[in-house]
T-cell receptor, first 112, second 112 residues
Framework: NAGVTQTPKFRVLKTGQSMTLLCAQD?????MYWYRQDPGMGLRLIHY???????AKGEVPDGYNVSRLKKQNFLLGLESAAPSQTSVYFC???????????FGQGTRLTVV | GQQLNQSPQSMFIQEGEDVSMNCTSS?????WLWYKQDPGEGPVLLIA?????ELTSNGRLTAQFGITRKDSFLNISASIPSDVGIYFC????????????FGKGITLSVRP
């Protein structure tokens, strides 16, 4: 049972480039989340989804877009990367209403 | 937006000591969760609490859901070196579009 899988694990982008981070979960969870983690800032919610075909903004959504076309996948897109988006990105999923979230291993993104 | 307050940012204890950390909020939550993050890994759920006043243990860890539903605490007894890491509290309101909100985390160091 893989749980939550994020790809890629590491990536270096140049300013202005675009990329998509993929999150896949095999637990049939309704809720999926994208967080970014920066030193001293904890985990900040970027976007989340409460079910297939739905997305909503979190605390820090600017510069990111998401899609949830299939229940098991949640994609995070950066259309034009900026150095301020250098961070570690975590995807998580949970059953609805309980909040027991399971996290992926993270993607370390550096924008130069 | 909702905020969960954890302080101090770092704690240093001696191996064998007990340590308590708490988490407070201005908002009411229906679920409180405590996560631990090891270096280079995603957060892992330690304890989940679902009722005001609930006291739950997981080995040497004990957590309580505050009566006001605006706070929670985590206690680690007889600390060992592998307890080092970042401890996050998280709250979930449980509504249809509810999201999981995290505190900034406390970095715990254990001196042998």
């Amino acid at each position: 049972n893989a749980g939550v899988t994020q790809t890629p694990k590491f990536r270096v982008l140049k300013t202005g480039q675009s990329m998509t981070l993929l999150c896949a979960q095999d637990m049939n969870h309704e809720y999926m989340y994208w967080y970014r983690q920066d030193p001293g800032m904890g985990l900040r919610l970027i976007h989340y989804s409460v079910g297939e075909g739905t997305t909503a903004k979190g605390e820090v959504p600017d510069g990111y877009n998401v899609s949830r076309l299939k229940k098991q996948n949640f994609l995070l897109g950066l259309e034009s990367a900026a150095p301020s988006q250098t961070s570690v990105y975590f995807c998580a999923s949970s059953y609805s209403r309980t909040g027991r979230a399971f996290f992926g291993q993270g993607t370390r993104l550096t924008v130069v | 937006g909702q905020q969960l307050n954890q302080s101090p940012q770092s704690m240093f204890i001696q191996e064998g000591e007990d340590v308590s950390m708490n988490c407070t909020s201005s908002s009411i939550f229906n679920t409180w969760l405590w996560y631990k993050q090891d270096p280079g890994e995603g957060p892992v759920l330690l304890i989940a609490l679902y009722k005001a006043g609930e006291l739950t243990s997981n080995g040497r860890l004990t957590a309580q859901f505050g009566i006001t539903r605006k706070d929670s605490f985590l206690n680690i007894s007889a600390s060992i070196p592998s307890d080092v890491g970042i401890y996050f509290c998280a709250g979930h309101q449980g509504g249809a579009n509810s999201k999981l909100t995290f505190g900034k985390g406390i970095t715990l160091s254990v001196r042998p």
